[in-house]
């Protein structure tokens, strides 16, 4: 890092696990998965790295600067309030070293679990953070703001408005007329790079692309600041096959050589703080990105399938004009974003709710019945009455988008979700049925080795209700334990010793 990181920087990045690896911490952070929005579930096979860099022109020292990191390592996507914590400590560590930054974990170490819906007081070092996680039950696009207590706190109080969101106009900026495109790359996996001027812009900017498409996940890779050093470094730069479904942002010059063949790339340049406006980039073809020093823009031959929402643009070029706060364009760029995606996905969600079987067809008898199965045609038939024209004033080949869409690792991520949520719900409603009835008076009836094989399955059921939190009432399991006490007690003693020892109550 050179000039451009003088002072003091903050940027993310974001490597893989070593395979084979476990980590005890999964265990922990599990429990509290099922009720998170699902773009903040964490990925078992990422880790992120939250960094605080410190960049000082020292001339007693050989390379003629003081340079400084501090980096946090976590499983948690929650960008801003990892800054917002190092942006606490780091600087006080910087002077104090080890013994100060060994206090600030001494704080960590108390801090209750990441509990979503929850207000959560998380001291650190004389100041207390404030925060609320999301979780999957909220309105999209709302933030629930932590409100201020009066406790009469000795303690100053940093209140954080999101614990993962990035400013997302900052960031879109310097190609805000383009952002439709650009979401379209995002939601479609097309492989994207972002070079930059800086670790924190690119790092930011990628966060803001991978963002655009919530509520929907992003299901391929990203890497907010990538460089040589990265183990996939050739893997994602090899130019013998087509570059992977990945948003790379980079800062080093080499890469605009050897990331040329790349499809789709942003070059940005200086991010203005708030309230000065960067020159809009155009669109420009990728053959004019030959050199090093190629103008900021957007290097593609993309066509966009829909045509651009001028009403958005107009609305945010007066913000511009009239000096609108970031914070307050933020929220208008991500309220269209959000409508967008949401358009978009109605229809899916209709057309997958239609492949779950009927509730009457559920007998406690039978297995579960199946989903049906996804058959793009018929889905593509559903659009003619019930499509996004419903919801979105924008025009185009909708049809077309959503026929890349189904191709993409963001549809199949996406429809895993989906159809595991839609089997467990299945699971569940078999676990109901199979409590209302009157197991005790069906064992009356059938042989010793049948009523052994209904407490067997059972028992399997319990194990798989409570290991992949099916999403039964709260009396089912209980009733389901109720019911296999009594049929334990129905058998003969010898039976029922057997069946103790086995650990079957």
């Not at 919530?214 to 050739?234: A, N």
């Not at 009455?385 to 890349?404: A, C, E, F, N, V």
């Not at 595991?420 to 009836?445: G, R």
Request: proline share 8%; aromatic share 10%; net charge positive.
């Amino acid at each position: 890092m050179t000039e451009c990181c003088l002072g003091d920087t903050q940027f993310c990045f974001r490597f893989r696990q070593s395979s084979g690896r476990r980590v005890s911490l999964h265990c922990l952070l599990d429990q509290f998965e099922k009720d998170l929005p699902v773009y903040l579930k964490k990925d078992p096979a990422y880790f992120y790295g939250y960094v605080y860099f410190r960049q000082v022109r020292d001339k007693t020292l050989k390379r003629g600067y003081f340079q400084k990191s501090l980096v946090l390592i976590s499983k948690l996507p929650y960008i801003h309030f990892f800054h917002t914590m190092l942006k606490q400590i780091a600087p006080e560590y910087f002077e104090k070293n080890e013994p100060y930054l060994e206090a600030a974990c001494n704080d960590v170490d108390r801090w209750p679990a990441p509990m979503p819906g929850k207000t959560l007081h998380l001291p650190i070092m004389g100041v207390v953070m404030k925060v609320r996680i999301p979780t999957c039950h909220d309105k999209p696009g709302t933030t629930q703001i932590v409100q201020l207590t009066q406790q009469g706190d000795t303690h100053i109080s940093v209140i954080l408005p999101t614990v993962h969101e990035v400013d997302l106009f900052r960031c879109f900026c310097p190609v805000f007329l383009h952002s439709q495109m650009l979401w379209e790359l995002v939601l479609l996996g097309e492989p994207l790079v972002v070079m930059a001027p800086s670790p924190s812009e690119s790092s930011e900017t990628v966060l803001a692309l991978v963002n655009c498409i919530s509520p929907l996940k992003y299901f391929s890779d990203f890497r907010p600041y990538f460089t040589i050093h990265d183990s996939e470094f050739k893997e994602y730069t090899t130019r013998t096959q087509a570059p992977p479904s990945v948003i790379l942002g980079v800062t080093n010059p080499f890469f605009a050589k050897t990331l040329q063949h790349w499809p789709h790339i942003i070059r940005i340049g200086d991010l203005k703080p708030a309230g000065e406006i960067p020159k809009q980039v155009k669109v420009k073809k990728l053959k004019n990105l030959k050199t090093l020093d190629s103008k900021p823009g957007v290097y593609t031959s993309y066509k966009p399938y829909l045509n651009r929402d001028e009403e958005i643009m107009k609305q945010l070029q007066k913000g511009v004009q009239q000096k609108r706060p970031s914070e307050a364009q933020s929220v208008i760029l991500r309220r269209y974003f959000l409508e967008l995606t949401q358009s978009f996905i109605i229809p899916l969600e209709r057309y997958v709710a239609s492949l779950m079987p009927l509730q009457k067809s559920i007998s406690p008898w039978k297995s579960p019945p199946q989903l049906r199965q996804f058959l793009p045609e018929e889905f593509m038939k559903t659009l003619e009455k019930t499509g996004p024209q419903l919801t979105s004033r924008i025009k185009g080949d909708w049809i077309g988008l959503y026929r890349h869409f189904l191709k993409s690792p963001n549809f199949d991520g996406w429809f895993k979700t989906r159809r595991k949520e839609m089997t467990q719900k299945l699971e569940a409603l078999h676990l109901e049925a199979l409590c209302e009835e009157d197991l005790l008076h069906w064992t009356q009836k059938h042989t010793e080795v049948e009523t052994v094989d209904l407490l067997l399955k059972l028992k399997n059921k319990l194990l798989q209700a409570d290991r992949e939190h099916l999403p039964v009432k709260p009396d089912t399991m209980e009733k389901l334990r109720t019911h296999i006490d009594a049929i334990i007690l129905a058998l003969p003693e010898d039976l029922q010793g057997i069946l103790l020892k086995t650990g079957m109550t």
